[in-house]
């Protein structure tokens, strides 16, 4: 309808991790570099809006839940033995919703985008210098959540 594709972080096949999406120009046939970005502009303001809007219908009608699954999401890092890729990913969304909403005061957008990128297979390996199987890998992670939120994320709850 608006010419453009949400998928996966990855691009075309991945799958939805984490409620991070890939937002793609669809028609670029007969269309300038600007008036293309342009339109995403206007469309990923839009999508920034209800967002927004979003998370305010969530502190409104169900904050006690909402805060309890940004405390928990908090928790589950600074604490798991072991975690996949994939509930990190999941866990740091919460942990990013709860940033948005203002409820975990001393944490910073740069820290979980710093988690989100030094947590893949290959920069895990990269830092142990071999391959790892699953398992390792899932402890490393977590290992390495633990000690960035150790240093950079102390959060002091409100309530």
Avoid: C
């Avoid at 670029?28 to 809007?53: A, N, P």
């Avoid at 890998?137 to 000690?147: E, G, I, K, L, P």
């Amino acid at each position: 309808q608006v010419g453009l594709t949400f998928r996966g972080l990855y691009g075309e096949g991945s799958d939805v991790v984490g409620n991070f999406f890939q937002v793609s120009n669809q028609t670029t046939l007969g269309k300038s570099e600007e008036d293309l970005v342009d339109h995403l502009d206007k469309i990923v303001r839009q999508v920034i809006q209800y967002e927004m809007q979003a998370r305010q219908v969530l502190l409104r009608d169900a904050r006690g839940v909402t805060e309890d699954k940004i405390w928990r999401a908090y928790g589950l890092l600074r604490y798991a033995r072991a975690l996949s890729f994939e509930e990190l990913m999941n866990l740091l969304s919460g942990v990013r919703l709860g940033l948005s909403l203002k409820l975990l005061p001393g944490l910073r957008v740069y820290t979980l985008n710093k988690m989100m990128i030094f947590t893949q297979s290959a920069h895990l390996e990269q830092a142990v210098g071999r391959d790892l199987e699953s398992e390792e890998r899932d402890s490393h992670r977590a290992a390495y959540v633990r000690r960035i939120l150790t240093s950079e994320g102390d959060v002091t709850a409100n309530s």
